[in-house]
Each structure stands twice: as structure tokens, then as C-alpha cells.
């Protein structure tokens, strides 16, 4: 079975960002079809041998896929809330709704894997589970669900020497523990049970896809490739109409910014946004923050400490960039970034914060916020959907969800990032000629330099009146992308190290 996923097979650079432009483009246009039409949900299981790559594939669609439709998943052990319950009820409320796509990792097949290999569970009970399986796959199948699943595979001694280079290398040798060398020394064993899982549970509606891992470019091209016909094929068979990215690229005849009003200086307006960052500087820096954010993250995990993040800024400000840039050395399985857009109807009969509560961080877990509970002040202030009184009040009520946050222990940062909107504007217009960016580009965000001065005053009055000492914001010039990326990540350090180290 595993043969045909041991050929060698791999992609030069060249190769992988030449398929990798055009693949983003369809993989983006699809789950905007996806979404809009809500016809279905994409269940995505990523599993396979320790060291194929399975986090870093996770980034990958992260960065390629609008977040804001993706959700991401990955078990440890049951929490007790989780064990008061039956099995499956976890893997039951983590679906994705209609429209959407998940991700999960370590999900219903690892464990039961893990165990049967450990002896601690029968033949017979490994037989029911994988039946219960393939009954919850075959539910979700009838009821519309498209299910993709991939074992990651390395041959035994391309196995052996990815966890050599894991365990050389400070920042990745945790990720290699002793029963990742069990599993090794025990290779064919363990080999031999997967291929019974997988034989057992390769379905026509719940197929698996065995990916030679070696080669980091190949594995992800073939995964996304993979779900890009999967979408294509579950939106022609319900007859989707395709949607043309070019509609949401054309700006209007006339730039809608207005004159800058007369009155005094905003705090935006004082940024020095001449800070800028060598290209060469830039790349030696930001692998050694990351790093060491990485080596924070993993230490606030061990000690059960808690992180959020909290992103605000102008359209094409960077914010998306500077996300990818913080958790790209992160285990996808701890941490969630939430993009928040229109709350839904369920959301929307709460009180605002209701939706922001529910994705407060587990213990140890690092939540990241692209837009968040500040939209009250900003978008809903500039565009009328609170009234003077809602937003004002909100100020209070922000303080005060953010102090039991940090009181509790949290470590949270709030970021706001700034452009000028000469500067907006290069990004928009450079946005038009790359494809797969184009369908950032809505008439909305066009609309919205109409009221740039608006915004600019609400942020203004956002810092003075939530800029606390328990939750300071910290501003940051975004004109130049790679000074932006620096400072988001040297602050986060910052905070996380203070906190660690028995700071406020």
C-alpha cells in the first residue's frame, strides 16, 4: 500500500511556486463558492507517521485559504468536560458549519491507533470503533459533507532521518519524543496496523489519500490539489455557478478619499512611518524571533499560561501577513486564529461579547484575533449598526472583559496596524495584478476610503479610551511590511517573557 508513497518524489522551488500561484487562485475561488453557497462542508483529516509534516501542511493552507471560513482542530487528551460526555460528542461540535472548511489533526483515528499498538485495546474493539467510523463518516457523507482524508507517509529511513534533523535542531527537538522512536523501532508493526485502519476505513464518500511526505513542496501541493478537486467536484455536482474573481477587482473611476478634515493631530497621524527594515536584516531577525517565540509559546503551554492576540488595522494594513509570520513556527495543535467577520444570527441575538467569550484560550493555548470585540467602536460606530449610546458604553465594557482576562492570568496583546493611504492605495492597486490576491479586493474596501477619516478619529478615540495598563495597544507604522512583521513578534516576545517571568 505504502509503496507508491516512497518514489522520491519532489519539487525544485521553481516548480512549486509556479503550480502554487495558480493552485492558490483555485483554491480561493472555490471556497468562495463554497461559502457563499453554503451547500455543503469540507472535512479535511490529516494523520500519518511522526515527522511527515503534518503542523507545517496545516500553515500551509492557513496561508493559502481565507481563514475566515477555515476552521482548525487538534485533540490531546479528553478535557474533563469532554470525558462527562460520549466519545464522539467532541468530534460532533467541532464540525464545520455548511460553507466551510475544517481541518483537523490527531483526530478519531490517531488515539485508536496509538492504543491497538500499545495493547490496550482488542481485536474485536478495534473492529467496532473502526465500524463506528465509518458509520460517523457515512452520516456526515448522506447529509452533504464532502470527507478528505490523508495519511502523511515517510519510508522507514526517511522517518529516521526527519527526526534526526527535528531533534538537531532546538527549535523543532521537542517535537520528537520517545514514542516517536517506539513507532520507528516498531516501524513495520506499526506500519501493518495503519494499513488496516486505512484499508478497513477507505470509503467511496471518505476516501483516503496516501502522500509521499519527504519533500515538503510535493506534500503540499498534492494536498491542496487534492481538495481543490474535491471542491470542484462537490460545487458542479449541485450545479454552483463559478464566481469571477475580476468582479471584486474594479475600483471605482474616481479614488473616494476625501480631503483630510481640519482639526488637530490623531494619534495615527503622529506614526513614523519612515522605519523601515533591511531585506537581509529582515530574514536573519525574523527567524530569530520566531524562534524565540516558539521557545516562549512552548514554555507557556508547559505551565498552563494562556495568550491572546488581538489584531485591528486598515484594509490591507498587513495584518493577515504579520498572523502568518507569528505562528508560522507554532504546533497548529495549540493555537486558533479566529477571523471575525458579520456576526451570524445566532451571535447576533447575544450581547456582542458573547462571541469573543467562547473562544477565550484553554489553558496554555494561544487564541489570535483578526478583528475582534473593537469592531463596536470602529466599523459599527462609522457605519451606524451600534448607536452613540452602544458604542460609547462599550469602551467600559471592553475594559473590563480585557481585565479578567489578564487578571485571570492571560497574556494579551492588542495590536492596531496603520497605513497611510497613499500607501493603501499602491497595496489595492498592486493587489489587481497578482490573481490570487484579487479576491481580497471588494467594493467595499473601495467605499470604505470614504470614510478614512472617520475611522482614523474612531481609532483615535478607541486608544484613548481602552489603552490600559493591564492591556496597552501597541501602534505600529505598517507601510513597510517587514518593520510591521519585526515589531509584531518582538512584542509579543515582550509579553510573554514579562509574563513568564512573574511580570504584570
Not at 522517518?159 to 519524543?177: F, G, H, I, Y
Not at 507554532?330 to 451570524?344: E, K
Not at 460606530?381 to 485571570?408: I, P
Not at 475611522?455 to 493591564?470: G, I, L, S, W
Amino acid at each position: 500500500m505504502f509503496k507508491t508513497a516512497e518514489l522520491g518524489r519532489s519539487l525544485s522551488e521553481d516548480e512549486f511556486d509556479e503550480r502554487a500561484e495558480d493552485l492558490r487562485l483555485k483554491l480561493l475561488i472555490a471556497q468562495d463558492q463554497l461559502q457563499r453557497s453554503k451547500a455543503f462542508q469540507v472535512i479535511v483529516d490529516l494523520a500519518g507517521v511522526s515527522g511527515a509534516g503534518k503542523g507545517m501542511a496545516v500553515n500551509a493552507l492557513h496561508t493559502w485559504l481565507d481563514t475566515r471560513f477555515l476552521t482548525t482542530r487538534s485533540y490531546t487528551e479528553p478535557s474533563e468536560e469532554e470525558r462527562q460526555r460520549p466519545a464522539y460528542w467532541r468530534y460532533w461540535r467541532d464540525l464545520p458549519r455548511k460553507g466551510r472548511i475544517g481541518l483537523f489533526l490527531r483526530g478519531r483515528y490517531r488515539r485508536l491507533t496509538m492504543d491497538f499498538f500499545d495493547g490496550k485495546v482488542t481485536e474485536a474493539k478495534l473492529e467496532n470503533e473502526l465500524d463506528r467510523i465509518t458509520a460517523f463518516e457515512n452520516e456526515l457523507s448522506a447529509d452533504g459533507a464532502v470527507i478528505l482524508k490523508f495519511w502523511l507517509h515517510l519510508g522507514r529511513d526517511a522517518q529516521a532521518k526527519r527526526l534526526k534533523e527535528l531533534e538537531s535542531n532546538p527549535a523543532t527537538s521537542w517535537r520528537v519524543t520517545d514514542v516517536d522512536w517506539k513507532h520507528w523501532h516498531e516501524y513495520d508493526r506499526y506500519i501493518s496496523i495503519v494499513e488496516r485502519v486505512i484499508t478497513k476505513t477507505n470509503t467511496g464518500v471518505a476516501p483516503w489519500h496516501i502522500v509521499e511526505s519527504a519533500d515538503g513542496r510535493y506534500r503540499d501541493i498534492t494536498i491542496a490539489e487534492t481538495i481543490v478537486e474535491a471542491l470542484a467536484d462537490g460545487l458542479r455536482k449541485r450545479q454552483i455557478e463559478p464566481f469571477k474573481a475580476d468582479d471584486h477587482a474594479r475600483p471605482p473611476k474616481k479614488d473616494p478619499l476625501p480631503k483630510r478634515p481640519a482639526g488637530p493631530p490623531t494619534i495615527l497621524s503622529t506614526l513614523d512611518q519612515s522605519e523601515g527594515a533591511d531585506k537581509n536584516e529582515y530574514q536573519q531577525q525574523l527567524v530569530e524571533l520566531q524562534a524565540e517565540h516558539h521557545v516562549l509559546q512552548r514554555t507557556a503551554r508547559h505551565r498552563g499560561v494562556s495568550s491572546i492576540y488581538v489584531f485591528e488595522g486598515s484594509d490591507a494594513a498587513g495584518k493577515g501577513g504579520s498572523i502568518r509570520r507569528l505562528v508560522a513556527t507554532l504546533d497548529a495543535r495549540n493555537y486558533q486564529v479566529i477571523q471575525v467577520a458579520a456576526p451570524t444570527e445566532e451571535e447576533a441575538a447575544q450581547h456582542y461579547l458573547w462571541r469573543f467569550w467562547r473562544h477565550v484560550s484553554a489553558a496554555g493555548r494561544l487564541t489570535v484575533f483578526d478583528r475582534s470585540w473593537y469592531g463596536r467602536v470602529l466599523v459599527e460606530r462609522v457605519e451606524g449598526f451600534a448607536s452613540q449610546d452602544e458604542w460609547r458604553r462599550a469602551y467600559a465594557e471592553m475594559n473590563d472583559f480585557e481585565e479578567q482576562l489578564t487578571e485571570y492570568g492571560i497574556v494579551l496583546a492588542k495590536f492596531y496596524l496603520h497605513i497611510t493611504p497613499d500607501e493603501q492605495r499602491k497595496r489595492f492597486e498592486a493587489r489587481l495584478e497578482t490573481p490570487y490576491k484579487r479576491w481580497k479586493l471588494t467594493k467595499d474596501d473601495w467605499r470604505n476610503r470614504a470614510r478614512w477619516w472617520d475611522y482614523e478619529q474612531a481609532v483615535h478615540d478607541m486608544v484613548e479610551a481602552t489603552d490600559t495598563r493591564h492591556a496597552p495597544w501597541t501602534l505600529i507604522a505598517a507601510n513597510d511590511k517587514r518593520a510591521a512583521r519585526l515589531k509584531v513578534l518582538r512584542t509579543a516576545c515582550e509579553a510573554l517573557r514579562r509574563r513568564l517571568n512573574g511580570g504584570d
